[in-house]
């Protein structure tokens, strides 16, 4: 059994703190307040390589492992969970869902996505529906040698900066999750109309809903094949669900490191503070949780990379990852005294932003419904 990071790993790991710290760290809070999605940051990051990482390199990609985009997860997720999020769970997604598009969706879409020149978002959610999401009711209607898409998409990531979407829609509404297919839509495409939201966290993702009203694509837009849609996005989050975590717990880990360093530093009736037990137990039982669940975490990316079972381990960490994530952030500002409940310091903001990973790519409820599928078989589920 391995437990450390091959050469290449870690200098890799190097590579993306220093630009994180540069590059991501400062404009975190600014990007909060300003409700804005950084381009010029995303052009960084396909320039360095980091976008859609585990793409093969004839499309631009770097055929890296999945371990490897995991270390490039938790290092952005210190400096920047919601960065973490845009390149490496909806990047990741729409990534994978790309290679088995057509020659023209990945020239038009995949590799300028993974230059960092066009931005992509993921839509599959609607507003009567999420958990469940074969109740879609968008609808794609062959028509020709084109696609009529009509429907509404809401919760979607990127929703104000995408270029372009990979749409979930029905082609067949008597078929369940085996009527569902996948398209790409530039996000300017006559009939598309966007609404955003008042998020309380994750801001800088500029959430919001996208309208179809009798879109029209070309065949070639169709990614797999008809009615692949749904099992292909399954696929896909077996491996983004992972990255969600991985950020969420560099953010967890930056916190609890600044709180050593605060606790060691500030005194309290005459000594620091990290020798009272009230202070120094929870920042012990915080780091042995999120370093036990970050282990899982990299078992899930080397069990996919060996072709292996991983979607139990995936659900597990989608569920530990954000939620132990929150707990850790929240006693981390607490540790802080009054001065973590300002917005000098970044934890009120981890903690909005990591607490939206709870939610999205799936909630905690889902991600149990799927570990006890695995331990006890499909005939067991609730549905
Ligand atoms: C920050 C953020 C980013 C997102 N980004 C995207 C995106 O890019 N693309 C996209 O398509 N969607 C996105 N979403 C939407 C997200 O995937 C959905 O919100 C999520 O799947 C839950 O669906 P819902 O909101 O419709 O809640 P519902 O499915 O209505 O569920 C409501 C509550 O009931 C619980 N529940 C539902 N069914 C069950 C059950 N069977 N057993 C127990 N509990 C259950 C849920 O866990 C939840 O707590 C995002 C959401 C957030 C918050």
């Known amino acids: 059994m391995e437990f450390d990071f091959n050469e290449e790993q870690r200098a890799l790991a190097r590579t993306v703190r220093t630009f994180s710290l540069r590059e991501l760290r400062d404009g975190y809070s600014r990007r909060d307040r300003e409700r804005s999605f950084p381009r010029a940051i995303w052009k960084k990051l396909g320039e360095l390589g980091l976008l859609g990482m585990r793409v093969c390199e004839e499309y ?53 996505m993974i230059k960092g020149d066009k931005v992509p978002a993921f839509a599959v959610t609607e507003p009567h529906c999420g958990t469940d999401a074969v109740a879609m009711k968008a609808k794609a209607v062959k028509n020709g040698d084109h696609y009529i898409l ?37 996000a300017d495409a006559p009939g598309i109309t966007r609404q955003y939201y008042e998020d309380m966290g994750a801001k800088s993702l500029v959430r919001g809903s996208i309208f179809m009203d009798d879109v029209v694509v070309p065949e070639d837009c169709l990614v797999g094949a008809e009615g692949e849609g749904f099992k292909l996005m399954m696929k896909g989050f ?66 996919r990379d060996q072709g ?18 929150v707990d850790a952030i929240r006693d981390c500002l607490l540790l802080h005294g009054h001065y973590g409940w300002t917005q000098e310091l970044p934890f009120e903001q981890r903690l909005r932003d990591v607490m939206a990973v709870e939610i999205a790519d799936g909630t905690s409820q889902v991600s149990k419904i799927v570990i006890a599928r695995e331990l006890y078989g499909r005939e067991f589920l609730p549905y």
């Open 60 to 112: 631009g990609g770097l055929n890296a492992t999945c371990v490897t985009q995991g270390v490039v997860a938790e290092e952005i997720g210190r400096a920047d969970p919601n960065l973490g999020v845009a390149a490496l769970a909806v990047a990741e997604l729409v990534g994978h869902m790309l290679e088995h598009g057509t020659a023209r969706a990945r020239e038009e879409f995949l590799t300028p």
């Open 150 to 186: 009509n429907g509404e998409k809401s919760g979607i990531t990127l929703a104000k900066a995408a270029d372009f979407v990979l749409v979930y829609a029905k082609t067949n509404a008597t078929l369940g999750a085996r009527g569902v297919s996948a398209f790409v839509v530039p």
């Open 238 to 303: 077996d491996a983004s669900r992972v990255y969600l975590a991985l950020t969420c717990l560099g953010a967890a880990n930056i916190s609890v490191e600044e709180t050593i360093r605060y606790t060691r530093e500030r005194s309290a009736f005459g000594k620091p503070l990290a020798r009272f037990e009230g202070v120094s137990f929870p920042v012990a039982e915080h780091s042995a949780i999120l370093e036990a669940t970050r282990l899982l975490c990299y078992k899930a990316l080397w069990l």
């Open 308 to 325: 292996l079972p991983h979607s139990k381990e995936a659900a597990m960490v989608k569920w530990m990852g954000p939620r132990f994530s």
